[in-house]
């Protein structure tokens, strides 16, 4: 339009009769000028990715889906957030404090609770047992109220059930791997799960919150919505790179293919 614009121009400029020649070499070097700012800009915007304000990524769930939820405390929950949001059936994980007695915890504030992961999953895709093994991998079950440097109460190792088959498929897990560790105590405690406290915003997805850049690629959403985001709760894994090697290989392709391409937005993996 801008260049269609400035040809009619310099066509009824050239129509006038009076028009010097000095008037007209003036009027063909700033067409040429702005001819190729255009052309700079066209390219630019041809080159680069297109980031709307945001876009809805909240689960997709249908009617006839019945979801379960999970809830394992093993150490600093920044992290462990990120080592269930990439397993496949995960569709929401959330932080919180549970595990204690105080009532409304915050995390300068937490009493006897421990940091903990809640997470929601589809049992047709994964279950419990699936979960369990995946908890137990994920930390050093042996170490005494702490994982790695982060020591206190708060990072004591937890498997929370709901219900007597829960708390059954937990017992034979942690008997198993008791038998595993030979001469070391595994100091996992199994407890029925009371309230959970969801934690302060700043704590869900911490790892992703890490990279602006991917916030960017799917659309800066609402904390709300992050929250609640299946899409964001695997990227959360990928920026702490704990989705399995193939999964991360997948999404590292994914997003360079969305730089080269200039696609306006991550929508799924």
Not at 114 to 130: G, H, M, T
Not at 153 to 178: D, H, M
Not at 198 to 217: D, R, Y
């Amino acid at each position: 339009m801008f260049s269609v614009s400035l040809s009619l121009f310099l066509y009824g400029s050239l129509r006038q009769p009076t028009m010097k020649l000095s008037d007209l070499i003036i009027l063909v070097s700033r067409l040429v000028f702005f001819s190729v700012l255009w052309s700079i800009l066209m390219a630019d915007m041809a080159l680069s990715i297109r980031f709307p304000d945001r876009i809805s990524q909240t689960p997709n769930d249908s009617p006839n889906r019945t979801l379960k939820t999970a809830t394992f405390a093993l150490g600093s929950f920044w992290r462990s957030e990120a080592v269930f949001g990439c397993l496949d059936g995960v569709v929401q994980t959330t932080v919180g404090y549970a595990g204690g007695s105080k009532p409304n915890p915050e995390y300068r504030s937490l009493g006897d609770h421990a940091e903990s992961v809640q997470i929601e999953y589809d049992p047709r895709l994964i279950n419990f047992r699936q979960l369990l093994e995946v908890f137990w991998s994920s930390h050093d079950s042996r170490q005494v109220f702490g994982q790695g440097p982060d020591v206190g109460n708060q990072y004591r190792s937890i498997i929370f059930t709901n219900g007597s088959e829960e708390s059954r498929l937990a017992a034979v897990s942690k008997e198993r791997e008791q038998t595993n560790s030979k001469s070391s105590i595994v100091t996992t405690q199994i407890q029925q799960l009371g309230t959970f406290y969801t934690a302060e915003p700043e704590h869900q997805k911490f790892e992703l919150k890490q990279n602006p850049f991917i916030l960017q690629l799917i659309g800066n959403l609402p904390e709300e919505e992050l929250d609640r985001s299946s899409l964001a709760a695997k990227l959360n894994s990928y920026s702490a790179e704990l989705c399995p090697s193939k999964i991360q290989k997948q999404i590292d392709a994914k997003i360079n293919d969305i730089i080269r391409k200039g696609w306006p937005i991550l929508k799924e993996l």
